[in-house]
């Protein structure tokens, strides 16, 4: 059973050194609790050899363990055969690809619409909603608590990889730069053929794990499940080790002392931003309820409103007030040419802030991040529409671009807000008005952060 606790961990000056010593040492405390031999390991390297046992038996000698590669390391390995990882299809091509490897359990798919639909039901005074509508609420997170997935057999998965690579062999942007590199994909597929039996599930070992008594999602309680699958429980463990230490040299017992708090300290990154700033939680749960408003009304119930106006004085106070302009700059003299005084564009304050956003429609537009607010609900429709069967469509029956189906859901939630005398005359609940130009700049930067990110933990 995996529960995700780290046995063992060692420091070393490159990638596999040391692991002998490690896994060995691993070895040991089994033996010494007299625990059985673990059914299967999950690696991201070295999990099958043609020349004998594996490194994996060598390390963990005398086991006799299934050994199996991690699938998003797997997915990984594709990359090589690409132009770039920034092509616009690169997203669209790894989802295709995990679809080829994995299924959902269908029977724990139905019981979960089944509960969003008593879900939504109850939320909306009864009313029923549609396929369309439950899909759409289903977010990737609660596919993932509530149902399995199971690999789906070698000769079905090389069948589906290889229909995947035929169809989109000859895609290409609106430049002409294709998403596949011919001479590159070749010789990377043909190795990763061999390693098929390596990323499927062993025949009798259940990878799920059951937490807890269930969740309650309208009438049915669900399975909350926990997938021992892979290397994943592990993966980004050495990002936390840098905010045990808070100096850049410590001694040996300082180090061992800041580990102790874990627990504690994870728990407090659940509920601070990407910033450091508390009450994320709070703007988290405001969001998730102004996205799940039923978007077909055209105004909101009194206890919609009610429920509104509870959620926003569980704010934190940095996100109750409304969003304030700054001055552009507080230099008393501002040279223009020729060494010649220029005067200033206003004395209003915040009229130069004004000035330097895009305009819709005579009014002024801002990035979603100016507040939490409109950032969190903005994050959580971005969520939703990176699948495109979740986006509106436009009157010829086009698929919109994720910045446009952002703007159109934004405005109908502010659209309601302003709409509401109790809100406005209760609260300061303020979201900024934003459209496809400002959306799309946040976007790019929310994109050129995680490609940083990427970076750093490469180097």
Known sequence: MNVAQVLNCVLTTGEGAGLDDLCQGIVKRYQDAGEPEPDVINVDRDCCSETGATPVHVWFRPWKSKVRLDIFHYIRRFTRGLMTEHHPLYGTFCSKLSSCIYEWDQDEICRLKEAKRAELKKKHAGNAPTEVKILANISSSELANHCRRRTRGVEETQRMIKGL?????????????????????????????????????????????????????????????????????????????????????????VYILRTFPLVDRTHQLRIVDARGFPGWDAVDNLAEYLVSLNRMITALSTAETAEIVQLYSSLHAMDQPPSKYTLKSKKKNLPGPWSASRKRSGSTPGQQAAERLFMTHGQATQRPDTNRVSECVSVRLLKEYQQ????????????????????????????????????????????????????????????????????????
Request: glycine letters at 4%; one cysteine or more.
């Open 165 to 253: 690579l035929k169809s989109m062999w000859e895609l290409s942007n609106t430049s002409g730069l294709r998403l596949i590199n011919p001479e590159s994909m070749a010789p990377v597929w043909d190795m990763q053929q061999k390693h098929l039996p390596c990323i499927q599930d062993p025949p009798g070992v259940e990878v799920y794990t059951k937490l807890g008594s269930g969740s309650q999602k309208g009438d049915k309680v669900l399975d909350v499940l926990r997938c021992g699958r892979g290397s994943s429980s592990v993966e980004s463990f050495h990002r936390y080790q840098c905010t045990f230490i808070p100096f850049l040299t410590v001694q040996p017992e």
């Open 388 to 459: 495109a069967r979740n986006r509106p469509k436009d009157c010829k029956g086009k698929t919109l671009p994720i910045p446009q189906s952002i703007v159109q859901m934004y405005r109908h939630i502010k659209q309601h807000l302003e709409d509401s005398r109790v809100i406005q005359n209760q609260t300061d609940l303020v979201v900024v008005t934003i459209n496809n130009t400002t959306v799309s700049s946040w976007l790019l930067e929310r994109q050129k952060r995680t490609d940083c990110s990427d970076a750093a933990l490469t180097l």
